[in-house]
């Protein structure tokens, strides 16, 4: 059920007070200081899906049209948050979340359920789309941006055959750079706009640790400086090199990037379908006959 609030700051918009977070006096004082501080038009209180631990996040939504750039936001959204501990938030515009759910993200799917609206400034909900549909198509993004990665990892092996180190390295950027994405739009709804490796791996940290931690020593910080060198450098420039011994490395790392991200898909696959048997289970009437 969904009220509207007289009086106070979230005047004229709209609470879920179905939602049983909104009895919590820390979430009523976060939503009438971000209401208070931003154009929101949704709010979603989700535990993360995908994530290896529960994680209480929300996820704030604004409209194209009040706010262009949503980076501006952080600044005044992590004065609102700051000293939490118990929630996270990220920020979206509507029209990418619907967006995402039209091509069938099984993030937003779970993470925009009805149930999880805690504040919808029109009253409705968003519409999570038909579950029999999504994993199709989740399945299909995800092998798409699979079989890119590995054409590129076969051009990584013609240039590696041919002793060219340096536009091996660039073609192995291109691989984790596909990977991270595919990874990051599967388990956070968003990927990172960004050809950094060390801004991927920061960007996932919260979600799929092993994926943070492909490079993690100061030896391997140092590789994959290389790495994200290797974009730039090879397109760029032409003094950028790099060793053999270091672009052997760079496949050790890509065949582990390949075994955590396949060892995430099928968990997420396994646990929507574990999900959707529990849900006909409850209502038979959900089973086509």
Same mark, same amino acid.
Do not use: W
């Given at each position: 059920m969904i009220l509207k609030m007289k009086g106070g700051i979230m005047r004229n918009k709209s609470l879920n007070f179905s939602h049983s977070a909104i009895k919590e006096e820390t979430v009523m004082r976060l939503l009438k200081r971000i209401t208070a501080a931003v154009p929101i038009q949704y709010i979603y209180l989700h535990n993360n899906f995908f994530a290896g631990k529960?994680?209480?996040?929300?996820?704030?939504?604004?409209?194209?049209?009040?706010?262009?750039?949503?980076?501006?936001?952080? &600044?005044?959204?992590?004065?609102v948050f700051n000293g939490q501990t118990e929630f996270s938030y990220r920020v979206f515009h509507v029209h990418e979340v619907e967006r995402a759910l039209?091509?069938?993200?099984?993030?937003?799917?779970?993470?925009?359920?009805?149930?999880?609206?805690?504040?919808?400034?029109? =009253?409705?909900?968003?519409?999570? =789309?038909?579950?029999?549909l999504i994993a199709d198509r989740v399945s299909s993004a995800y092998q798409?941006?699979?079989?890119?990665?590995?054409?590129?990892?076969? =051009?990584?092996?013609?240039?590696?055959?041919?002793?060219?180190?340096?536009?091996?390295?660039?073609?192995?950027?291109?691989?984790?750079?596909?990977?991270?994405?595919?990874?990051?739009?599967?388990?956070?709804?968003?990927?990172?706009?960004?050809?950094?490796?060390?801004?991927?791996?920061?960007?996932?940290?919260?979600?799929?640790? &092993?994926?943070?931690?492909?490079?993690?020593?100061?030896?391997?910080?140092c590789l994959l400086h290389l790495l994200d060198e290797a974009y730039l450098a090879v397109r760029y420039e032409n003094n950028y090199t790099i060793s053999e011994p270091d672009v052997m490395r760079l496949f050790e790392?890509?065949?582990?990037?390949?075994?955590?991200?396949?060892?995430?898909?099928? =968990?997420?696959?396994?646990?929507?379908?574990?999900?959707q048997v529990a849900r006909m289970s409850l209502n038979p009437k959900l089973v086509s006959p």
């Open positions: 529960a994680v209480q996040e929300m996820l704030i939504m604004v409209s194209f049209k009040h706010v262009r750039i949503l980076n501006e936001l952080t &600044p005044v959204l992590n004065i039209l091509e069938g993200s099984l993030f937003f799917y779970y993470a925009i359920a009805a149930q999880n609206c805690l504040f919808s400034k029109s =009253g409705n909900f968003l519409e999570c =789309g038909v579950a029999e798409h941006e699979t079989s890119k990665a590995n054409k590129f990892l076969s =051009g990584a092996n013609f240039y590696f055959k041919q002793q060219n180190f340096e536009h091996c390295a660039f073609m192995l950027h291109q691989v984790f750079d596909l990977m991270y994405r595919a990874i990051e739009i599967l388990v956070m709804g968003k990927d990172k706009k960004t050809h950094r490796i060390s801004a991927h791996q920061l960007y996932v940290k919260a979600y799929v640790k &092993p994926l943070s931690e492909l490079f993690n020593d100061e030896k391997e910080l790392k890509i065949d582990l990037l390949y075994c955590v991200s396949e060892q995430v898909y099928q =968990g997420i696959m396994n646990n929507h379908f574990d999900q």
